[in-house]
Structures are given as C-alpha cells and as structure tokens.
C-alpha cells in the first residue's frame, strides 16, 4: 500500500501535468484560431524552420532545449511575418525552469549579399543584457532620442552604424507593458514579450513590428 505521504505528493504531480498540458493545448487552440482569423498559415512544431533562420538571434542563445512552437506565418502587409512562441529551459534538476516568448518577426526588403555590411541590434527594456558567445563583442550605443534612450538598453556589434538608423524616428515612441525586446538581424526584425500572449496583444506585437520593419527599410535602402 502507498504511504498517504507518497500518494499526495503523486497526486499533485499528476495535478500539475494536467494542468500544464491543458494549457499547452488551450495555447494551441487560441493560435490556430488567430491564424485562421488573419487568413495564415499556422503549425504547432516548427515545421517551416525557423529556428535555423532565427538561429542568430540573441534570444536564441538563451538557456538550453531551445523550441519555437504554435508558430503562425504567411504574408501580410506585403512581407513575410511569423509570430509564435520561444521557449527554452534555465537551470537543471530542483532548480530548472522554463521560460516562454510570444515573438513576431518580419522579414526585411534588405538583401544581406547585395555587399552591404548592416549592424546587429538588440534592445531591452528592462531584461540584463547577457554577452554571451559572439554577443560579448557587442558595445553599448545611444540614439539621441530622448523616450528611445530612456525606455531601451542598446547594444550592437557596429554601434556607430546602428546609432544612425534612429535618427529619423518620430517623436513619441510608446513603451511597452509587459516589457518588449527588440532584435534587428537582416533580414528580420523581430519583437518579443516574456509572456504567453493573449491573441489580442499577439496581434498587437505583430503590428509592432511591421512598423519597425517598414521604418528600417525605409533608412537602409
């Protein structure tokens, strides 16, 4: 017979399987719909890979079994966009965690082999710039814009370069709640949250984005 100690600790464990499994799949459903709604395509596992084409981000560098999930992609606004979820893990044993991204990227008009050299950009809000592998090169720049200065922390690998893409920025630029981070790596740009996002501020982020990707395209043409 299982001690009653042993049968409540399994009970609980069996509890927050359920739990976490039943949200994988409402997180799942809640997507699928989204994609239908915005007339694109949508797979669950990372079918289209777009880990490999995002694999130069900074937030792909992050802890360790990497995964982008409840993916949604096609084109709108006359470019390619993805939006979806990045999760990877921290730690090992008792003390390992898990840690989820809704992320919307776009791809660039800007052509990386026509011989051009772009910076590398990541901005944070409120998260600690980590400079791991090849970012541990990347130095910190300013724009000159006051409410960009004050809301991010930029870094990038071709300051001097990067800082002169935000001189034509309008002049309100709103934060974000929860805090946004933002990667330029031709040819994407992409934004994402450390949140699981409702499909209303999913579709909110991925408006985001298209802007910035059209504002980019518009300075480095």
Avoid at 24 to 51: M, Y
Avoid at 108 to 120: A, I, K, M, N
Avoid at 206 to 211: A, E, F
Wanted: proline share 6%; aromatic share 10%.
């Amino acid at each position: 017979m299982i001690p009653p100690a042993i049968l409540l600790v399994l009970i609980v464990l069996g509890g927050i399987v359920v739990l976490l499994w039943s949200n994988a799949r409402r997180r799942t459903r809640e997507f699928s719909a989204l994609a239908h709604r915005l007339r694109l395509k949508f797979t669950v596992n990372d079918t289209i890979g777009l880990a490999d084409r995002l694999c130069a981000l900074h937030l792909m560098h992050q802890g360790h079994s990497q995964r982008i999930c409840n993916i949604i992609h096609g084109r709108r606004c006359g470019r390619r966009v993805m939006l979806g979820e990045a999760r990877y893990e921290i730690g090992a044993g008792g003390d390992r965690s898990s840690r989820c991204f809704t992320f919307a990227a776009c791809v660039l008009s800007l052509d990386s082999d026509d011989g051009r050299q772009f910076p590398q950009m990541v901005l944070f809000q409120s998260d600690v710039f980590r400079p791991i592998g090849r970012f541990q090169y990347f130095l910190p720049f300013r724009t000159g814009h006051a409410t960009i200065d004050h809301v991010w922390k930029l870094y990038s690998d071709l300051p001097d370069a990067a800082g002169k893409l935000w001189k034509n920025i309008p002049p309100v630029v709103p934060a974000s709640d929860p805090p946004m981070l933002m990667e330029f790596h031709v040819p994407h740009v992409i934004l994402y949250v450390e949140a699981p996002l409702g499909s209303v501020a999913a579709v909110r982020l991925l408006r985001k984005s298209l802007q910035w990707a059209r504002y980019f395209d518009s300075q480095m043409s």
